[in-house]
């Protein structure tokens, strides 16, 4: 059972920046951010697989940063540009590779782990 928590959210205006951080309890291949903002779906933000291949949503591509830090387990977000539309919850999560190579990755459905999620909330 792999355990995630996550850190670092907060409230921020618009344009802004933050960096998330989650803390693994054991080192996964495949870990990913997601969101959900209050009345929508939980949606993908990106995933980094085998330490350094990342994907992006297309609405945080140029903005958003994943990176991860295999000696600590860790892994980071850094959002720059915030927009308010990026107010949500986030959640780190963690599965197999395959997860992170699937088409639906987005979803999320594939991941088993989930952190206990961290707020971001952007004023304009």
């Given at each position: 059972?792999?355990?995630?928590?996550?850190?670092?959210?907060?409230?921020?205006?618009?344009?802004?920046?933050?960096?998330?951080?989650?803390?693994?309890?054991?080192?996964?291949?495949?870990?990913?951010?997601?969101?959900?903002?209050?009345?929508?779906?939980?949606?993908?933000?990106?995933?980094?697989?085998?330490?350094?291949?990342?994907?992006?949503?297309?609405?945080?591509k140029?903005?958003?940063?994943?990176?991860?830090?295999?000696?600590?387990?860790?892994?980071?977000?850094?959002?720059?540009?915030?927009?308010?539309?990026?107010?949500?919850?986030y959640?780190?999560?963690?599965?197999?590779?395959?997860?992170?190579?699937?088409?639906?990755?987005?979803?999320?459905?594939?991941?088993?782990?989930?952190?206990?999620?961290?707020?971001?909330?952007?004023?304009?």
């Open positions: 059972q792999v355990q995630l928590v996550e850190s670092g959210g907060g409230s921020v205006q618009a344009g802004g920046s933050l960096r998330l951080s989650c803390v693994a309890s054991e080192y996964t291949r495949c870990m990913g951010w997601f969101r959900q903002a209050p009345g929508k779906e939980r949606e993908g933000v990106g995933t980094v697989v085998w330490d350094s291949n990342t994907r992006y949503a297309e609405s945080v140029g903005r958003f940063t994943i990176s991860k830090d295999s000696a600590s387990n860790t892994l980071h977000l850094q959002m720059n540009s915030l927009k308010p539309e990026d107010t949500a919850m959640y780190c999560a963690a599965a197999d590779p395959s997860a992170c190579y699937s088409g639906s990755w987005s979803r999320g459905s594939d991941f088993p782990y989930w952190g206990q999620g961290t707020q971001v909330t952007v004023s304009s």
